[in-house]
């Protein structure tokens, strides 16, 4: 009995590794391609939710990034953690969580004038089904649904 429960307990956690584990960039970007396309708001809390295309900030090069329409953007994928400097603040310290089921991103945004303006969000995109996704933001708290419809 005891080995019978050790082994529905591998399998269930196993199976949920599976399904939302940690992933890479190298096996991101083409999910990533098999999403493509136009979607609808199926629900949302914030303006910034509307019919949308998901799609590659560059065609031609994947790792520039892609966009939920012009306000949803994930720029830039890269490995780990990294930081810039960027006109107007110090730097911008980006964190990219790859999933099998998506990303997440972590953004600290800091001033070298004055740190108390010193700024931190995270997004994420979550593709729930074939045809379906999730967007979220922390601060604001925004949350929205996507459905896929024809191009």
């Known amino acids: 009995m005891k080995l019978f429960t050790l082994v529905l307990l ?3 956690l196993f199976s949920y ?3 939302a584990g940690m992933s890479n960039k190298a096996r991101f970007i083409p999910l990533l391609k098999t999403k493509l396309g136009n979607y609808e708001v199926t629900s949302s809390n ?3 939710c509307i019919n949308s295309r998901l799609q590659f900030n560059n065609a031609n090069d994947p790792e520039q990034g892609f966009s939920l329409g012009k306000e949803i953007l994930f720029n830039s994928l890269h490995n780990g953690t990294r930081t810039i400097e960027q006109p107007n603040y110090c730097f911008i310290t980006s964190t990219l969580r790859y999933k099998t089921d998506g990303l997440e ?3 600290r945004m ?3 004038d004055n740190p108390i303006h010193e700024k931190s969000i995270k997004q994420s995109i979550t593709f729930l089904t074939d045809n379906r996704l999730k967007y979220t933001l922390d601060n604001p708290s925004v949350e929205c649904e996507f459905i896929k419809v024809a191009d």
Do not use: E, P, Q
């Open 10 to 12: 591998t399998i269930s």
């Open 46 to 48: 914030s303006g910034l």
């Open 110 to 112: 800091s001033r070298c």
């Open 105 to 107: 991103n972590s953004l």
């Open 17 to 19: 590794h599976a399904v």
